[in-house]
């Protein structure tokens, strides 16, 4: 995915930074659903242990939604740069059609990326029975 914008040294070799960017992808497609656990689980007051009780509440909210967007917007961005990894000859002098429009799918997953977690929101907890609640004054909530 990385490619120097003038010119390339005959030993400098981007594959690091290739295989690091590879690296935080696959940790990140590891840690979104483990993040929406915990916090699907705090929010239900329930164990993030207890899968049968959370996995069908990752839906059920726009947060839980939100971050299974974000799942897939991350494995998007990994089958994007893989193409784009393909599809990039490095030897040319310039880019090929091809290799351009494989770079701007990464960087148009990669600003999704960026919008879906602020999109989402955050978890918020309904209010109990008896409790004070700012939106009513001080008013307990009935249910």
Do not use: K
């Amino acid at each position: 995915m990385a490619r120097p914008l003038l010119r390339r040294g005959p030993e400098a070799s981007l594959r690091p930074v290739s295989v690091a960017a590879f690296a935080a992808l696959e940790v990140a497609l590891v840690a979104v659903p483990v993040y929406l656990d915990i916090a699907t689980a705090q929010f239900a007051l329930r164990s993030a242990f207890d899968a049968g009780a959370i996995v069908p509440l990752l839906s059920a909210s726009a947060f839980g939604r939100g971050w299974l967007e974000m799942e897939l917007v991350l494995a998007l961005i990994l089958v994007a740069g893989a193409l784009a990894l393909v599809l990039d000859r490095p030897r040319r002098p310039v880019r090929s059609v091809a290799g351009v429009l494989a770079l701007i799918g990464v960087l148009g997953t990669a600003a999704a990326a960026l919008l879906v977690p602020g999109l989402a929101g955050t978890p918020r907890r309904s209010p109990r029975a008896g409790s004070r609640s700012r939106l009513t004054g001080g008013v307990g909530c009935i249910s």
